[in-house]
């Protein structure tokens, strides 16, 4: 039965106060036209946050209590659809209101599991021989702002063999959505694929609900039969609007002001993967991006407690060194006659690459300067890009250039300039070692 009160009691920033009686955590309600959800519960005090926010409602607004959870329409017309964080189409397409079911449900008997056994080929030699996606299995990719970890969730996307895609994302730049959209789209993956989008410009709340809202309709088609690929991108901000809404709780914070029970807010989610004997499966793949790629900041820690490895994807590659996959050894056995031995070899003949690297140059390699043109903001290497190239030639720690640029102007002058400056120069530009290696050979 929905109950309807007529008096808000206060509003403070997008949470509103009612008194009313029976009433559950979680619980969502109309506050005016808008969704929210209740967030608190004192006595016959019930805070709930305002999805859209509490401009324009006023204390005379009615309050309808629905009497149940979020909820999701799940159907097979979710793929190639694109829903908010809400649930709510943002693609401009029909509402789906059809089979109903309420997200955020506890995770699956252990009893009903089965032992991973299957591996997911993502179509990336650094996943697939060396650190293997299993299915059931649930690993974060840790890394850092700037870096492509959109980039490659979208590569997975398009090359997983799997049935169903399903894209989580929590705070994405507007440019960042459009960019997954466009390129699964234009790959032809959209049509396995559901994605759930929070931008950083919607409600937190609704930043709170992605996960739940991917996992919910993931294990649905998991029970039908389906391999699902869940990709939540990033838990970091997931992470930042619970702390957001522990505030507005008043709640006591944890270390670094992060909610007491972020674990189970994280663990709760990620325990969601599981292999359904004679059913499907759900995988888990999470970006974690880290604060001044700090691995001891609280989220990326209780991650690491939770989740069955990592991957480390740092300068634009994912580290065979640091990345791992404790479920490997259940499938790469299987695979084909070689996969471990490949494996095995290939990691030694990387590390003695490194290590010849540095003994080479007496010293571990470092990069100082990077020029360009344009600003990177967002880069991780922000603080060393530099626009005039005479701040490289004139600093005398730089002994290596690489050139990277192409083309003979302007790579031919920066070539010869650090040559006569004494500088060591690495480049594959053909078209400048075509025209001008010779006069380059003999001022080295």
Known sequence: MQKVYTKIESIVGNVVTVRASGVRSGDLALVGESYASVIKLSGDLVSLQVFAGTQGVSTTDTVRFLGRPMMVSFSDDLLGRVFDGAGVPRDNGPALTENMIPIGGPSVNPAKRIVPKRMIRTGIPMIDVFNTLVESQKLPIFSVSGEPYNQLLARIAMQAEVDVIVLGGMGLKYDDYLFFRD????????????????????????????????????EQFALAGKRVLVLLTDMTNFADAQKEMAITMEQVPSNRGYPGDLYSCLASR??????????????????????????????????????????YLKNGHIEPFGSLSRLKQNVNGTT??????????????????????????????????????????????????????????????????????????PSYDFVKSSLEAGKSVVTSNKELVAAKGAELLAIA
Do not use: W
């Not at 032809?188 to 809202?213: I, K, N, W």
């Not at 007496?362 to 300067?369: L, S």
């Open 336 to 409: 084909r006659s070689d996969h471990r031995a490949l494996m095995d070899g290939m990691i030694r003949l990387y590390s003695a690459y490194k290590e010849s690297l540095e003994k080479k140059a007496g010293q571990e390699m470092d990069i100082k300067y990077i020029l360009d043109v344009r600003d990177f903001n967002d880069s991780p290497y922000k603080d060393k890009f530099v626009k005039d190239f005479n701040v490289i030639l004139n600093d005398p720690e730089v002994t290596v250039v690489a050139e990277v640029i192409g083309g003979l102007k």
């Open 270 to 311: 990620y325990e969601k993967a599981v292999d359904f004997e004679g059913a499907g499966s759900i995988t888990i793949l999470g970006v974690t991006t880290m604060p001044g790629d700090d691995v001891t900041h609280p989220v990326p820690d209780n991650t690491g407690y939770i989740t069955e490895g990592q991957y």
């Open 183 to 218: 390129t699964l789209e234009k790959s032809g993956a959209m049509g396995r694929t559901v994605m759930f989008v929070h931008t950083a410009s919607d409600p937190t709340v609704e930043c709170t609900l992605v996960p739940d809202l991917s996992l919910a309709v993931a």
